[in-house]
C-alpha cells in the first residue's frame, strides 16, 4: 500500500490506526457503523452485548467508544459508566434510536460527550470520531496503539 492510499483511508504510512469499541445489539446497526469506520482505517472491535463492551474495556485501551442505548430503560449506560470510570477523559459517544430526554441528561452526566439519534448518517459520524480523536491528541491523550 501506498502513503497515498494510507491517508485516503485516514491513516499515517507507519503508525497504527486508532481503535474504536463499538457496542451494539443490532447488527444491522453494528455492521453498518463498524463498516464506516474501518472504510477509513480505523481499527473497530465489537461487542454485541453490554457486558462484552464492560470486559473489553477492562482488557484492553481504545481511542473511542460508541455505544447503543438500547431502549428507554438506557441499556448501555452500564458501559458509559465503566469507560469513564477506567478513563475519565475517554471519549463516548452514545447513539440512539428511541430518544429520551432523561436518558440524554444521564449519559452526559456520566460523562459521554455526545447522544445522537440513529441513523447518523456515515459522514457524520466520521466528522464526530475524528473531531474527538484529533482533540485527544491535541490535548496530550495518550493513543490506544
Not at 494510507?6 to 445489539?25: C, H, I, N, Y
Not at 474501518?38 to 481499527?43: A, D, F, P, S
Not at 455505544?67 to 465503566?82: D, I, L, N, P, Y
Not at 469507560?83 to 452526559?108: F, G, H, I, W
Amino acid at each position: 500500500m501506498t502513503s497515498d492510499v494510507f491517508a485516503q483511508r485516514g491513516m499515517r504510512f507507519g503508525t497504527p490506526s486508532k481503535k474504536v469499541l463499538l457496542v451494539d445489539e443490532e447488527a444491522s446497526d453494528l455492521r453498518l457503523i463498524r463498516l464506516t469506520l474501518e472504510g477509513q482505517g480505523y481499527r473497530v472491535s465489537t461487542c454485541t452485548t453490554y457486558d462484552s463492551g464492560i470486559q473489553s474495556l477492562e482488557s484492553e485501551p481504545f481511542d473511542f467508544v460508541v455505544v447503543s442505548q438500547g431502549s428507554h430503560a438506557f441499556e448501555g449506560r452500564k458501559v458509559v459508566e465503566r469507560a469513564t470510570e477506567l478513563d475519565r477523559n475517554q471519549p463516548v459517544l452514545v447513539l440512539t434510536r428511541c430518544k429520551d430526554m432523561s436518558c440524554y441528561l444521564e449519559a452526559m452526566q456520566l460523562g459521554a460527550i455526545d447522544y445522537l439519534e440513529k441513523p447518523v448518517p456515515p459522514a457524520d459520524l466520521l466528522r464526530f470520531v475524528r473531531a474527538h480523536i484529533e482533540y485527544d491528541r491535541l490535548q496530550g491523550r495518550q493513543s490506544a496503539a
